[in-house]
């Protein structure tokens, strides 16, 4: 287990602002442990919630073109036929995977290939299971081209509180199945759109593990 680069710097500002108001706290209650003790206590729970956001874990990848990976940790919160508007243009499978805050929030890539569109889209921060969050909020949207010429789109989609998505591609990059496309902060939502003969294997509220549950079979 490691931290996530995108947590380097918050949890280094945080313990400053923590140090500093733990400070403040001793300087005007010099006298009261009870007071003293609490502050430091409250401090080092949140800091740890927060360093647990960031975690980045350590694990082998079993990639297999047949296999669309989860790119994200989560819940699984859709399946069902839809059209993608913005690229593809066609009817497809949607799994989308909500992240809650205590999830890791590192995304991966379902299927390795190309890069064959990619797209940021400012938004709104409408919580990320409302049904309008996959057009309306902040989002990315990254298109892959495997080397068998399938095409599989996925969508970063920010939540309520997650007001920043990060993104590490562009169109014509080479990447592999499981390596790291992305990553967005305190709770948000991935969907990915797969062909329609590819085979869902998990169900409604299935948990999955980003890099590691095979979540469709192509």
Known sequence: M??????HLVLFVLLLVLFGLNWVVFYYFPQSPLVQNSAILVS????????QFF????????????HVLAPADGKVVVIEETIEPEHL????????IFMSPVNVHVNRMPVGGKISYFKYHPGKYLVAWHPKSSTENERTTVAV???DGVEIL????????ARRIKFYVKEGMELEQGQEFGFIKFGS??????PLDAKVTVKIGDITKG??????EL
Do not use: C, M, W
Request: glycine residues 6%; proline residues 2%; charged residues 25%.
């Open 2 to 7: 490691k931290i996530h680069r995108e947590g």
């Open 44 to 51: 080092v729970i949140f800091y740890l919630l927060i360093l």
């Open 55 to 66: 975690r980045n874990p350590i694990f082998q990848i079993t990639q297999n073109t047949k």
């Open 89 to 96: 243009k066609d009817r497809r499978k949607q799994v989308s």
């Open 145 to 147: 081209k495997t080397n």
């Open 154 to 161: 996925f969508r970063q989609i920010a939540g309520a509180l």
């Open 189 to 194: 939502r991935v969907d990915v759109f797969l």
């Open 211 to 216: 890099g590691r549950t095979i979540i469709a």
